[in-house]
């Protein structure tokens, strides 16, 4: 059916006037940075809900200079993705500081009579004391911290401030007919033009970037340079190579300057924008930080319902060449049926933040103290657990970890990512 509907000739829609193929010029981001409109992106809104106060007062500055100028914008959708993804942050905030509160026990030693007489062993019965009772409030500081998040609303620091910068004036929103948007998706979608077709397996066909960028293509209407303030950097927003964004597609440049007349676009990260303006040093490193976290969080395969394990079913199909069932219940997510007839248990964990190696373990160990008491009534001959992120990253930290937990029986594990086709690239496999 795709075949039937592919226009052969995307190129003559994609490439209107041929002679512009050869006449495009980009201005450098120094000439235009003055003059320029600057469209923020969802994740750069969402940055500062991880960095501290430095961070939130350069982008505060920056922020407050550009409205003042008339060069700061925000799309509609894009105040529509904060509404919804905002909440996540501060839930976010509270898990962790929730779990730091409840994980933070009291040092124990135990009684041991024969010591009692010892100067060693006082000293530390004295510093264990010490130390619990600084325990204790440190839990009460972090419940008072707690408390205060509870009370957020829409008065958290960066609301506080996205409320006095982002008002009627800053908003663009566009007018469109919904069947049109979908019909214009559909087309885009089918041939790979830019930007969003990455983007169509989720549940709103990842209209979101479309109609962005439409917010973008009417901005261009004002013969505007425009540069835009995101972290994404998926390829079809960007040339990829070895990782690393390259410079924006060369379609969304073509649409971009026919529109404008010949106006020059470019995308930029959050840190790289505060870095053109002569931000403090240590503001935009740690916003470089946070910026990889939240594109992954944000956009993150990981948010997809059924596309990890979709993939993690097709890598064990094609690894082990077996048959695999799903699993009606919560665990595990499938049930593999070896040759000799005996069955192993697949439990998926799905890793967004890796160095919260801490966290990782403890749902390990949950997952194999749900194999235990599962295994009571299923007779599963081993449990095998997949760790699944959705960045190509190291493991090393998070093998330790696993390394220094104590099972009765043997345990495989298999560490890996999911691409963007989806498929899970297993990196490492271990036996514990």
């Not at 009291?106 to 060693?120: D, I, R």
């Not at 049109?180 to 998706?185: A, C, G, V």
């Not at 070896?338 to 801490?358: C, L, Q, T, W, Y």
Request: charged content about 30%.
């Amino acid at each position: 059916m795709e075949k039937e509907l592919f226009d052969i000739f995307v190129n003559y829609t994609t490439y209107q006037n041929p002679e512009n193929i050869f006449n495009t010029t980009l201005l450098p981001i120094n000439e235009i940075k003055d003059d320029c409109v600057f469209v923020l992106d969802t994740n750069a809104l969402l940055v500062p809900y991880s960095t501290g106060t430095q961070s939130l007062a350069a982008i505060k500055k920056l922020y407050k200079n550009l409205k003042q100028q008339n060069r700061l914008i925000i799309p509609g959708q894009v105040a529509r993705e904060f509404a919804n993804n905002r909440p996540e942050k501060l839930k976010e905030t509270f898990q962790q500081l929730n779990r730091r509160q409840n994980s933070t026990q009291n040092l124990g030693l135990g009684k041991y009579p024969l010591l009692e007489e010892l100067v060693a062993y006082k000293d530390v019965i004295k510093l264990e004391k010490e130390i619990n009772d600084k325990l204790e409030k440190y839990r009460k500081s972090i419940n008072a911290l707690i408390e205060q998040v509870k009370l957020w609303t829409w008065n958290d620091p960066v609301s506080i401030i996205y409320k006095e910068l982002f008002t009627k004036e800053t908003i663009v929103e566009i007018e469109f007919v919904k069947k049109d948007i979908q019909k214009q998706l559909g087309y885009r979608y089918l041939h790979k033009i830019p930007p969003g077709f990455k983007d169509d397996r989720k549940a709103d066909d990842g209209v979101g970037d479309f109609l962005i960028w439409l917010t973008i293509l009417e901005i261009a209407k004002q013969k505007k340079h425009v540069i835009f303030v995101s972290g994404d950097e998926k390829n079809d927003w960007f040339y990829i190579s070895e990782k690393q964004a390259l410079y924006p597609r060369f379609e969304l440049i073509i649409e971009f300057q026919e529109i404008s007349k010949g106006k020059t676009f470019h995308i930029l990260k959050l840190s790289e924008l505060l870095n053109l303006f002569g931000a403090d040093k240590k503001a935009v490193e740690e916003i470089q930080v946070e910026e990889k976290y939240v594109v992954s969080s944000n956009r993150s395969i990981l948010n997809s319902p059924g596309e990890v394990e979709r993939a993690v079913f097709n890598w064990l199909t094609d690894k082990k060449g077996i048959r695999i069932s799903l699993h009606s219940g919560q665990f595990p997510n499938f049930i593999t049926i070896n040759e000799d007839g005996s069955r192993d248990a697949i439990a998926i964990i799905k890793v967004r933040d890796i160095e919260n190696i801490h966290l990782t373990a403890n749902r390990i160990q949950v997952a194999f103290f749900r194999y235990i008491e599962n295994n009571k009534k299923n007779s599963y001959n081993k449990l095998h657990i997949v760790i699944a992120t959705d960045i190509d990253t190291e493991f090393e930290s998070l093998m330790l970890q696993v390394e220094r937990i104590k099972f009765s029986e043997d345990i495989i594990f298999s560490f890996g990512y999911i691409n963007a086709e989806p498929k899970f690239i297993e990196k490492i496999c271990m036996v514990r």
